[in-house]
């Protein structure tokens, strides 16, 4: 329980340095429209980057402009201090121009002996299903050349199973954050999620489903605050931490690193599993980058948001993240609209200057958002 648990600050876990040990390898990714599904079918430990809210940026500066996201400045420069060297390629997607340039400049300065652009549509249409699939059938293609493996049909579809079980398993674990009686934080979720993306599948689901049990078990959460978190990609698990120390809880979430990489997740097409993977990722993409999907967006919130019983909204992007922040403004007049209170909280990632602001700004929202709400606060502080 304490490899799920525990506050995850290193990047080269000791799961991922027992895992080389080994003899094993490792992709890294970012976006969560990479089929991880793929990686494991080729016997390969699938790494979801992250920067932990790392606050260094030096070496990715020398590399991106300071008006980039520096989320991805953060993980560049983790790829350049050698932090990163246990990967054994990067696969990159079109999550958007900042996350392209972190992958490309990445590789220009450390030249992987693997790596592959995975082009991830910006529609739902069936024409952009079909490239999506000859796309995905590219990314086997590359993995089985260069690493010297077979991703049969067979393999696709049994490590399709054990991930569609992980999602079911977190599914179960948001549910004991969403209840009237929460038995997990916001942080402590954040922590599992970010575990969980560093592992195998097989390996996870055993901690996950042993944790869903001890803690279906455990004391409840009371008396603060309800909130949902949103907006752009954090693994910033003190972030999350800092919101909920002022007397708030975070019950759910509509993040990247959160609910959006585990709801809807089933394509239909299980005979044809790149098909189906292309149905699941594409399909299921919660991110602005998908032009057309607003509406199907914003009601993922507002159902998420009603499913825990919320007292308000925090929509927090990183400065400079324009599909979040562009987004927002839209997001806000919606959820005010439902009846939820919003706080819109632009932030520079990992910097310790912002910390003081923030604990401001979220304190006032508690006073503003009922009296209530404030009461529940007042009790845990």
């Keep these: 329980m304490e490899e799920l648990q525990r506050k995850p600050s290193d990047v080269h876990t000791d799961y991922v340095r027992r895992w080389k040990e080994g003899g094993g ?8 429209a990479t089929p991880v599904e793929m990686i494991e079918a080729a016997g390969i430990l699938p790494y979801r980057i992250k920067a932990f809210g790392h606050p260094e940026t030096e070496l990715g500066d020398s590399y991106l402009a300071r008006f980039n996201c520096r989320f991805c400045r953060s993980c560049l420069h983790l790829g350049l201090d050698g932090t990163y060297d246990f990967l054994d ?8 121009d900042h996350l392209r340039g972190m992958f490309e400049n990445w590789q220009y300065a450390r030249k992987y002996d693997f790596f592959h652009y995975l082009k991830v549509p910006h529609f739902v249409r069936r024409d952009s299903l079909e490239y999506f699939t000859e796309e995905l059938s590219l990314l086997r293609l590359a993995l089985e050349e260069h690493f010297g493996v077979e991703i049969t049909d067979d393999a696709l579809r049994e490590a399709i199973g054990t991930m569609n079980q992980v999602q079911a398993g ?40 042993r944790l869903v049990e001890e803690r279906s078990r455990g004391p409840a959460i009371g008396g603060r605050a309800r909130l949902i978190l949103l907006g752009s990609a954090t693994d910033e698990v003190d972030l999350v931490a800092e919101i909920e120390d002022q007397g708030a809880l975070v019950v759910t979430d509509a993040l990247c690193y959160g609910s959006r990489s585990i709801w809807g997740r089933e394509g239909e097409n299980v005979e044809e599993p790149l098909l189906y993977l292309a149905e699941k990722y594409l399909g299921n993409l919660f991110c602005p980058r998908m032009f057309t999907e607003y509406e199907r967006r914003r009601d993922f919130v507002l159902e998420r948001a009603r499913q825990a019983g919320v007292d308000g909204a925090i929509i927090t992007y990183n400065k400079f993240c324009d599909l979040h922040g562009v987004e927002s403004v839209s997001l806000r007049h919606d959820l005010e609209k439902n009846g939820i209170p919003v706080l819109v909280l632009e932030k520079d990632y990992g910097s310790p200057a912002d910390a003081g602001r923030i604990r401001t700004r979220v304190q006032a929202f508690l006073e503003r958002i009922g009296s209530g709400a404030v009461e529940r606060a007042e009790a845990v502080r």
Excluded: H, W
Excluded at 89 to 96: F, S
Excluded at 177 to 196: D, H, K, M, N, Y
């Design 89 to 96: 390629g990067l696969i990159e997607t079109n999550g958007c």
């Design 170 to 209: 977190l599914r179960e674990l948001y549910a004991l954050r969403e209840g009237g009686e929460p038995r997990l934080s916001g942080a402590e979720a954040l922590q599992v999620i970010c575990t969980g993306s560093s592992m195998r599948a097989a390996d996870f689901l055993s901690l996950l489903d």
């Design 25 to 32: 390898k490792v992709l890294g990714y970012a976006c969560t």
